[in-house]
C-alpha cells in the first residue's frame, strides 16, 4: 500500500438510504489519487491540469458492505504497474477491519493535444520504484 | 436495448479539463437506472425507498472517449440477468454515433433489515418478458 | 416569468433525511439558469465557456417547504435587471402549488482576462425587451 | 470566530473555468457546519439524523473573489443568534487574507414529526456561552 487517506462520511455523501451514493465513492478515490500524485509522486494535479489530465480510462469496483454516516474510513491506494502512457492502481477503503469497496482503475496521461502521451520521467521513475520496493 | 434515456453535458458535469468529471457520470447512469424502473418494470425508486433500497454490488466501466460541455449524449440501459435477488445490466452512452463509456453492473434487491431480498414478483416477471423478447 | 424547467426530485439529489440536499438544488439553479441561456436568450453556456463565464456574485435563498424524493418540481426563473456587466434574476421552485424555495442571485458577464465585461449587445437586447414585454 | 476548517479546493470541486463551482461551495460549508456540531456543540450529524434533522431555512451569499484549483482554503464560522428552533451563523472562506465568499445562514432544529422543536438544552447553552464569550 503506497498511500492513505483518512475520509469521514459526512452527510453530503449518503443517500436516501442512510449509506454512501456510489458516486460520491468516486469522489472519494479521486481525492485519494490527487492527494497522492501531491505527496508521493510530486506532481500536483493544480500543476497537471494547467495543460494535461489524467483520465481515468477504466475502472473496475466490487461494493462489499454499505458505509453509514459518521463512519471513519480509510481509502488505501496501491500502485500496480505503469505503462509508457498509463497507469493501474488498486483502492481499497475500509471502516475498521470491514472492507467497503475494492476498485481496480487505469490511468492515462494526456496532452495538450487531448493524446496519450509518456508520463514524465521524474514521475515513472517514482513510480517504479514503489513497485520495485526501492526507497 | 430495453431503455433510453437522453442527457445533456451540461456545465454541472464538467471538469477543469472541460469534460465530463468520471464521478458524475454515476449520476447519470444512477438517473437512468431510476427512470428504467419506473418507466420500464413499474417500480419507482421513491417507491422502493419507503422500506427497501437496489444498492449497487459491482460496476465495471470503459470509458472510451471524453464527453464535453454542451454533448447531447444518450444512455442505453439493455438489461441483461436476472437472478433471486440481483440483476445484472449493462448501460452505453454515446454522442452521435460515437460510444463514450461502456458499463456492466450488478445490483441487488435489499429488504427492510438490510439483506438481499427477492425481487417482486411483477418486477422479475417484466424483467423475464423483456429478456425473452416477449412483449 | 420568462422561463419554466421541470425537474423531477431523482434520488441522487436527497441525503439521509430523505428530502432534497440544499447544495443540490444550486445544481438545479443552474441547470435552470444554463437552459434559459440557451433557449431564450440564444447564448448557450458551452458557446459562453469558451472563453467567458457568468459566475454567481451573490445569492440569497429562502427555503419554505422541504422537497421529497419523486416530487415533480417546476422551476421558473424571472430576469429583473440587466445592468452593464450583471443581471439580477429570481428563481423559484414549486411542487404543484407549493413553493418549495425562493432565490435571488446576481450572474456577471466575465470576459477572457477575467474582469467584468459587457453583455453581448443581443444578450442585452433580448433581457431588454423581456423585461419591457415586449415580444 | 468559533470554528475553522481548512479545505484544499481539490479537482471535484472545479469547473470548466477552473473555477470552484459555486453550488460546491455550499457542500463545504455543510461539512463546515457538521464538523462544528460534532466539535464544538457536541452533537454529531450522525446522532442528529437519527430521528431530527437541522436543515437550512435561508442563505444568503456574497462571492467576492474566485477560488481556483489547489487554493488552501478556510472556513471560519462564527455563530450569531439562537432563537428557540433556530439559529443563525455566519461562514467566511478566504486563502491566505483573501476573503472568496461570505454566507449568513439560519438553521432550524426539526424533529421528527418534521416541526421546527426546540434545541436540546446542552446545545443551547453551549451556543449562549460562546456567544456571551464564556468558557
Known sequence: MHFRMPQ?????????????FYPRYFEMINDAIEAMFDAVL????????????VPTAAIE???DAPSRHGDLLHLDLT????GRTSMALQSQAACAAETRFRAEQTLVCVGPDGRPE?????????VTKLLEGRP
Open 42 to 53: 510530486g506532481w500536483p494535479f493544480e500543476e497537471i491540469h494547467k495543460d494535461r489530465s
Open 8 to 20: 469521514k462520511v459526512t452527510f453530503k455523501y449518503c443517500d436516501p438510504a442512510g449509506m454512501v
Open 61 to 63: 469496483v466490487r461494493f
Open 118 to 126: 509518456p508520463w514524465p520521467d521524474p514521475v515513472r521513475d517514482k
Open 79 to 82: 500502485l500496480m504497474r505503469i
